[in-house]
């Protein structure tokens, strides 16, 4: 057996104005605060001597490479991103940055909001537009049902509100 794997889809360059406000300061606070203070910390380890058995030394190089590696990511991934603000010419269908509202078959409400998959919260209730549920909610209106493949079988919910805020 081959250890090959697919390559994964990229995925989706959309994110809404809040998004990226958040990514940007997340990249600001990083590079302008953090990585300067880890920096200094790093200096101040290494100064106290034999590095090999230094745990703060080791410490705070892991804790570098880890910002390091974000900033990386954010610098590559900014550019690329396509900044959605603008509500559909639909705006009784779901798109980009839509607020759903689903009932599933006991009736148990759920709401969700379709954004990139760089700002997903499930405790906010944000769902990437990759996600299979956004993928079946897409240009689909209230009233309308959307069966999902669920691991238990299939599940049905119906789309019960749109908004965009």
Do not use: C
């Not at 697919?6 to 605060?33: C, F, H, K, N």
């Not at 897409?138 to 299939?154: V, Y």
């Amino acid at each position: 057996m081959s250890r090959y794997r697919e390559p994964t889809p990229p995925s989706a360059a959309y994110i809404t104005t809040e998004g990226a406000e958040r990514l940007r300061a997340e990249y600001d606070q990083l590079w302008r605060v953090r990585r300067p203070e880890v920096v200094r910390a790093l200096s101040a380890a290494a100064a106290e001597g034999d590095r090999s058995e230094n745990a703060e030394y080791i410490y705070r190089k892991k804790e570098l490479r880890e910002i390091d590696r974000r900033v990386h990511y954010l610098q590559m991934r900014l550019p690329d991103l396509k900044i959605v603000s603008a509500t559909p010419s639909d705006p009784t269908k779901v798109f980009f940055g839509a607020w759903i509202e689903l009932a599933d078959a006991e009736d148990e409400t759920r709401r969700y909001r379709i954004v990139g998959p760089d700002e997903i919260d499930a405790q906010r209730g944000y769902i990437s537009i990759d996600s299979p549920l956004a993928r079946a909610a897409l240009k689909r209106s209230a009233g309308d049902t959307i069966s999902m493949q669920l691991p238990d079988g299939e599940q049905q919910f119906t789309l019960l509100r749109v908004i965009y805020e």
